[in-house]
């Protein structure tokens, strides 16, 4: 296939803009000028008419999973007060049987008057006869109702699991707000929908990602039962995106399995079994951040860790020593500290030197641990919506002083790492397009002020490179994506707009109206498709 007549940006080394791409066998042959190519004739030619193109931009830490198990169950994302959302759950128990799980997430506190935490009381009498569990926008906190904690074995006398708090009120009741770990009691009664209905759920959210402009994802934190779903989808030809995945150490027996079978390349690289992730701390939302002072709205607490500093060493020095990547989710700045504390200790005379071990987040730093990315070799993997959504409320939690080097970007990348760029969907909307502009903006969707700490602003080149080359290299992948050069896989997007030279604020707008994945065109827009 010859696409010609574009203004494709091949994110190259030099950064070179071509016109004309030849692909052939799923496989970028030529990308030059066109007056340089002589395809044999009967070969396909797209006219591209002057249209911007990409490399297929691939998202650095996301949750497919979550997103299809999100179209299963509750949306609750946006809704703007405790009683808006136990309506919704009460209009659910309408429609189910007594004794059905309604589960759900999407709810965010932060955007409720008063801000505070929810209770197992409106989801009481809002379905009363029903067991529900409501997890956090952010995945760290789950608002269960008395019939769910009581399916949980969640009872006064029940201790807070290690790295988790089970909250209570004045006399010591249980309040239906689970932190960290503590959700766990409920997810592991929860049942899991059919085969049938997460297959189908999966498709529309790699649907869902594909029109939205992504050719694959870093999926941070994917179970056994979500990969053994991707392995059916792929078997069926029904896959089409690529996955490098993360297995999530949450449990002993699914890390037992994985470590024996290495790292796994499924498919012609759709789906890359490739790292794991471990899970140090919780999140600011939810004050599970670990921090190294108290939380200025929270003086009694640091945060949450959610296993032991040694335990993170030793685990991420066996992985390590077995092929995979490891990946940290750290937030607060002491669980960052602890993070690279545990990778300076762990890697060395475990892993190969190049071991591109990350830190997923890498939120609030101090100044003295940025520069200790660079030095210890370790990438990180930041979101630049999270700053974005984070900014109205990030204060309250942190004081000013420590906001300095708070989604620091400007400052990780002048030691010269590379920074892995993501949404964390379904946290975030996976339209990366929304990352490009947070991270040039640092401004709201909404929003037309000056925008936050500015200083900190990436360039346009950077915020595309941390979609496209620069995740290939967080996953090893340099030789087969992250560019659009001879050699290499052809995954692209031809784009409504350039990125590079429309308005700063139409950058949010921008949408693929062809997107290809290995050669095969998997989503058009109409009718403005070439
Ligand atoms: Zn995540």
Request: charged share 25%; proline share 6%.
């Amino acid at each position: 296939m010859l696409l010609t007549n574009g203004r494709i940006s091949t994110m190259d080394a030099a950064g070179s803009v071509v016109d004309t791409l030849v692909v052939r066998d799923g496989r970028v042959a030529f990308a030059g000028r066109r007056g340089d190519v002589n395809p044999p004739a009967g070969e396909p030619v797209v006219d591209l008419r002057g249209r911007a193109v990409l490399p297929g931009l691939v998202d650095g830490h996301a949750h497919l999973m979550h997103l299809a198990r999100a179209r299963l169950s509750l949306d609750a994302t946006g809704q703007r007060s405790e009683e808006a959302v136990a309506a919704r759950v009460a209009a659910a128990a309408r429609a189910a049987r007594p004794g059905d799980w309604l589960s759900g997430r999407g709810w965010d506190q932060n955007l409720w008057p008063g801000k505070a935490f929810p209770g197992k009381a409106s989801l009481d009498r809002a379905a009363p006869r029903n067991p529900v569990a409501l997890t956090r926008i952010d995945g760290h906190a789950t608002w269960a109702n008395s019939a769910a904690l009581a399916a949980a074995g969640i009872e006064r006398h029940t201790h807070d699991p290690s790295g988790g708090i089970i909250a209570r009120d004045g006399r010591g009741e249980p309040t239906g707000l689970l932190i960290d770990t503590a959700q766990r009691l409920v997810h592991a009664v929860l049942p899991h929908p059919s085969e049938e209905r997460f297959d189908q759920a999966v498709r529309e959210a790699i649907a869902e990602c594909l029109a939205k402009g992504l050719t694959g994802i870093h999926e941070m934190g994917a179970d056994r039962w979500a990969l053994a779903a991707y392995r059916r989808l792929i078997e069926r030809g029904q896959f089409p995106f690529r996955n490098y995945a993360a297995l999530a150490l949450h449990s002993e027996a699914a890390w037992a399995e994985q470590r024996e079978r290495g790292p796994e390349v499924v498919a012609d690289g759709r789906l890359v079994v490739g790292a794991v992730k471990l899970w140090l701390d919780g999140a600011l939302g939810s004050r599970g951040a670990a921090l190294h002072s108290p939380y200025c709205d929270a003086p009694d607490s640091t945060g949450l860790l959610l296993v032991p500093p040694d335990e993170l060493a030793r685990v991420a020095a066996e992985a390590a020593g077995r092929g995979f990547q490891v990946c940290v989710h750290a937030i607060g700045d002491r669980a960052n500290t602890l993070t690279l504390d545990a990778f300076e200790r762990a890697l060395p005379g475990h892993a190969p030197r190049d071991h591109r071990a990350r830190v997923e987040h890498a939120q609030i730093l101090t100044g003295g641990d940025v520069a200790r990315f660079r030095a210890l070799g370790v990438l990180p993997s930041m979101q630049a919506t999270h700053c974005t959504s984070d900014m109205e409320w990030a204060e309250e939690r942190l004081g000013a002083d420590r906001l300095r080097f708070a989604y620091a970007w400007r400052s990780l990348l002048a030691t010269g790492v590379v920074i892995a760029g993501g949404s964390d969907f379904p946290v975030e909307d996976a339209n990366p397009f929304l990352g490009i502009y947070a991270s040039v903006a640092r401004r709201p969707r909404s929003g037309e002020d000056r925008g936050w700490q500015p200083e900190q602003r990436m360039t346009r080149e950077e915020a595309v490179r941390s979609f496209t080359s620069w995740n290939a290299y967080a996953a090893f992948q340099e030789r087969e994506l992250g560019s659009l050069e001879p050699g290499k896989r052809a995954d692209l997007v031809v784009l409504s707009d350039d990125v590079f030279t429309c308005p700063e604020s139409r950058i949010k707008d921008i949408g693929p109206v062809l997107t290809m994945v290995g050669g095969d065109i998997v989503f058009r827009a109409e009718p403005a498709a070439p």
